[in-house]
């Protein structure tokens, strides 16, 4: 049985864009260190937001923080060099595109970064099991990736436990993480489901308190 400790990972996708270093000061005011960064292309999904330009600045800024970054392109290979050179701390990166993804984790540990594989809503949770030896976390999306402020998938529970089941029988410890639509009101239920790295935009920027208390940090 795993028991990684809980975090929390604040999306800056729910910060306010014209000050993204003031979104990582608010969660660092908050006793976090992870920073989840969402990075979407315009093609794997239909909305475009940060590069590596703007991981390398909040670095810089705040270098004591884990940046989790999560990768939405059609084609995260081409990227990998260019995030961890930015200062990215775990890349995660989606099982559904057409691309080498056994490369891909390869060039990521190579680059002495965690990895992660993420399950967008609607995928199989089966598809992750090839993978699940080799990454640092697996991140169940609870909404279709391309934006903040969507409703949670209720779905997704049944991923997150299927997943913990997975990572028990393959007596693996790999973190599992959830993205999209958590709140005070849900974080609980996603939490007994095996989740044990919490992703929130829209919710932890309204009340960040709130959600905290609702998952007991
Ligand atoms: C979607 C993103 C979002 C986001 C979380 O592609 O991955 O899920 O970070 O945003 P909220 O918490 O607003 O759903
Ligand atoms: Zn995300």
């Not at 598809?127 to 409703?151: I, N, T």
């Not at 209720?154 to 639509?181: N, P, Q, T, Y």
């Amino acid at each position: 049985m795993v028991s990684n400790s809980l975090k929390l990972a604040p999306s800056i996708l729910g910060g306010d864009h014209s000050m993204l270093a003031e979104a990582v000061r608010l969660i660092k005011a908050e006793g976090l260190t992870w920073v989840h960064v969402d990075v979407m292309d315009g093609h794997f999904v239909p909305n475009v937001s940060f590069g590596p330009g703007v991981v390398a600045a909040l670095k810089k800024r705040y270098p004591d923080m884990f940046y989790d970054v999560h990768l939405m392109l059609d084609n995260p290979n081409l990227y990998i060099k260019a995030f961890a050179d930015a200062g990215a701390d775990l890349i995660s990166i989606h099982v559904e595109p057409e691309y080498p993804v056994w490369e891909t984790l390869d060039e990521i540990h190579l680059a002495g970064k965690k990895s992660g594989i993420v399950l967008n809503a609607g995928t199989p949770v089966g598809d992750l099991a090839p993978y699940l030896p080799k990454v640092d976390l697996a991140l169940v999306m609870s909404v279709r990736a391309g934006f903040g402020g969507q409703a949670f998938n209720a779905s997704a529970l049944k991923s997150l436990s299927a997943l913990k089941s997975m990572r028990d029988e393959m007596k693996l410890s790999f973190r599992i993480e959830v993205d999209g639509g958590i709140n005070a009101e849900n974080v609980g239920a996603a939490i007994e489901a095996g989740a044990d790295t919490i992703v929130a935009g829209t919710s932890f920027f309204r009340s960040p308190k709130e959600l905290k208390s609702a998952m007991g940090i």
